[in-house]
C-alpha cells in the first residue's frame, strides 16, 4: 500500500497472532487517478463545447442496447449489427470521449493531484508522539540565536488557489479511528459482546475527550493569531479522522514553500527572511516583513509544526 496507508486486524486477546499482509498499488494506479480526473474535464468540456451540451437521442437506449443486437440478429443479420441509428451513437460518444483529452490540461491534473493529496493526508497515520514539547521557558523559533525548520514535509500537503494557501498536515489525526471507523462497528461480533461494550464505551469517551481537548486548543490558536488568519477546517469539529487545514493569504505561500524546501536543514529568521526577499521582488514586501513572518512562524509553532534549537543544535521545540 501506499506509505502511510495501514489497516486493522483485530485478534483473539489469549492467543498469539502473525499477520502479513501484501498490496501492490492499492488504489494507486493511472485507473484511479483518471477516475478523479474525468468528470473534472468533462465539466470544463460542457462549459466550454456546445457538442457536449447538445441532446442525445430520443430512446437511444433502445437502438443500442443489448436487446437491439438481439433484434438484429433475429432478422438474419449480424449480432453486433446496431443499425444505422445505433451506429452513429456509438461513434458520436467514441468521438467526444477521445474529445475531451483536449480538456485534460496541466491545471486539470494539478487539481486532482491536490484533491488526492489531500485525501492521503486525511488518511495518514499521525507521527508516533503527535505532540509539540514546548521549551518550558517560552522560546519561539524567531528570538534571537535561533535556529528552525519545519517538520517532515512528508506530513504536509501545501494546496494554493487564487486567493488562500491551505496547509493540511496529519498531526491531529486519530490513530484509533484510522481509516474509517473503530472496528468494533454496528453488527459486528467477536463472541464477547459485553467486553466489546465496555470497550467501545471507553473509546467513545477517549474520543470526545480528545475532540473536547482539540478544540479547545484551537480556539486559543486562532485568537492569539487573528492577524494571521490562521483558520480550521470547518468540518472538523464533525470529523476526527480529518487531516487538520490552516489557511493563510496566498501571498504567505512562497514562505511556506520555502520553509518545506530547506527540510532537513534548520535556518535562522534572517536567512529566512533574505530567502524570501529575493523570491518575491520589492512588489511582495508585505509577505516579507519582519511582522508578517512573525506571525506566520508563531502560528506555525503554535500548532506544533516548527522545531526550533538555540544556535549550536540544542533543541528548544520539538514535533516528533
Given at each position: 500500500m501506499p506509505r502511510g496507508y495501514v489497516h486493522y486486524a483485530k485478534t483473539p486477546p489469549d492467543t498469539s497472532s502473525c499477520h502479513v499482509t501484501v498490496s501492490t498499488y492499492q488504489q494507486h494506479t493511472y485507473m484511479d487517478f483518471l477516475i478523479n480526473l474525468t468528470p473534472l474535464a468533462l465539466r470544463f468540456a460542457f462549459d466550454k463545447d456546445i457538442e457536449f451540451r447538445k441532446g442525445i437521442p430520443r430512446d437511444y437506449f433502445r437502438s443500442v442496447g443489448s436487446a437491439a443486437a438481439a433484434a438484429s440478429f433475429s432478422q438474419g443479420e449480424d449480432y453486433d449489427d446496431l443499425g444505422t441509428s445505433g451506429k452513429s451513437f456509438v461513434s458520436k460518444v467514441r468521438d467526444l470521449f477521445l474529445k475531451t483529452a483536449r480538456y485534460i490540461t496541466p491545471e486539470t491534473i494539478a487539481h486532482i493531484c491536490d484533491a488526492t493529496g489531500n485525501e492521503f493526508m486525511e488518511h495518514r497515520l499521525p507521527p508516533k508522539s503527535n505532540k509539540t514539547q514546548q521549551h518550558k521557558s517560552g522560546t519561539t523559533p524567531f528570538q534571537p540565536g535561533a535556529e528552525f525548520r519545519m517538520i517532515?514535509?512528508?506530513?504536509?500537503?501545501?494546496?494554493?488557489?487564487?486567493?488562500?494557501a491551505q496547509l493540511h498536515h496529519c498531526l491531529a489525526n486519530s490513530r484509533d479511528l484510522h481509516m474509517g471507523p473503530p472496528i468494533e462497528e454496528e453488527g459486528y461480533s467477536d463472541g464477547d459482546n459485553e467486553d466489546d461494550g465496555e470497550e467501545q464505551q471507553r473509546k467513545e469517551e477517549a474520543r470526545e475527550a480528545r475532540e473536547a481537548g482539540e478544540a479547545g486548543q484551537?480556539?486559543?490558536?486562532?485568537?492569539?493569531?487573528?492577524?494571521?488568519?490562521?483558520?480550521?477546517?470547518?468540518?472538523e469539529e464533525n470529523d476526527p479522522k480529518r487531516a487538520k487545514s490552516l489557511m493563510f493569504p496566498r501571498s504567505r505561500a512562497i514562505v511556506l514553500s520555502i520553509l518545506m524546501g530547506t527540510y532537513p536543514r534548520y535556518m535562522s529568521f534572517g536567512e529566512l527572511e533574505k530567502r524570501v526577499s529575493a523570491a518575491v521582488g520589492e512588489e511582495g514586501y508585505e509577505a516579507a516583513s519582519p511582522g508578517a513572518l512573525n506571525a506566520l512562524l508563531g502560528g506555525l509553532h503554535l500548532e506544533g509544526l516548527l522545531e526550533s534549537r538555540a544556535k549550536g543544535g540544542k533543541r528548544l521545540v520539538q514535533a516528533d
Open positions: 517532515n514535509p512528508k506530513m504536509l500537503q501545501l494546496t494554493i488557489d487564487h486567493d488562500s484551537a480556539k486559543n490558536n486562532e485568537d492569539e493569531h487573528e492577524d494571521e488568519h490562521v483558520e480550521n477546517d470547518e468540518n
